[in-house]
């Protein structure tokens, strides 16, 4: 399936998206963890889109459009992928579409997850990240075993300096203004499906995969 996960930060498409890939084998494509990466290793674009992301901005369209082409050209994305924080503006949506349809490649559906702003601001200021595989955690819902290791692969956790809850409130502003309008947008094509997403993760699980016929 070809599959958008659509939602404020922090609403757990992250979560979500790497349970789904695991399961079934449908690579996550997440566009923050790509950049995140970039600005790591501090690579030329690392090093362009590091205060875009500090700041809770979205980085220029043209930019973060280029890499997820880039990366639906890879042969593991033929069967199917998972599109997780992209689109986020309507000028990336567009250019998908074009994209997608030039191959033949159309939607299968975009999942909607909503849950209330202050349960988004509890997750988001609560996450720990593994710095080596990307693992999500949560200090209180999806607390590791041990306090800064990841469970998985042993990796040290962080805190993204995107999750202070200043820099939270802000990027819920920038997914109000920039991001909401995508909702509309893929309801008017038939492909938005909505997935309350204020349960616990395992809930949530069940619900999306019900709603994809997988269940
Ligand atoms: P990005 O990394 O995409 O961040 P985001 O969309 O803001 O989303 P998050 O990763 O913060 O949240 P999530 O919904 O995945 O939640 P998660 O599963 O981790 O983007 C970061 C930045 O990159 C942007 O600000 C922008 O600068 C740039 N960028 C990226 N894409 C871009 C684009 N397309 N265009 C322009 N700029 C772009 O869960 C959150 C927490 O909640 C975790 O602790 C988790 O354990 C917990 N949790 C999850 N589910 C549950 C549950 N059901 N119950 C309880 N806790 C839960």
């Known amino acids: 399936m070809n599959l ?95 994209f997608l349809s030039s191959k033949k490649r159309p939607l299968d559906a975009v999942l909607y997850f909503e849950a209330s702003t202050e349960e988004i601001v509890t997750r988001l200021t609560g996450r ?18 041990n306090q800064d290791r990841c469970d998985k692969c042993g990796g040290w956790l962080y805190q993204r300096s995107d999750d202070q809850e200043e820099t939270v409130r802000h990027r819920l502003k920038v997914y109000e203004a920039q991001t909401t309008p995508l909702i509309s947008f893929y309801e008017e094509k038939g492909l938005l499906r909505k997935v309350q997403a204020a349960g616990s993760v395992e809930g949530v699980h069940s619900l999306v995969k019900k709603i994809l016929g997988l269940a």
């Open 4 to 98: 958008i996960f659509l939602g404020a930060p922090g609403v757990g498409k992250g979560t979500q998206a790497k349970m789904f890939s695991s399961q079934l084998y449908w690579p996550h494509i997440s566009t923050g963890d790509i950049l995140r990466e970039a600005v790591r290793q501090a690579t030329p674009l690392g090093l362009e889109v590091k205060h875009y992301m500090e700041g809770g901005e979205l980085i220029p369209d043209q930019l973060v459009i280029n890499i997820v082409k880039e990366r639906l050209e890879a042969s593991d994305t033929f069967k199917g992928f998972i599109l997780d924080g992209f689109p986020r503006t309507v000028e990336q949506a567009e250019a998908l579409e074009e």
């Open 128 to 145: 720990r990240s593994c710095r080596s595989c990307g693992a999500i955690y949560h200090v209180v819902y999806q607390p590791p075993l």
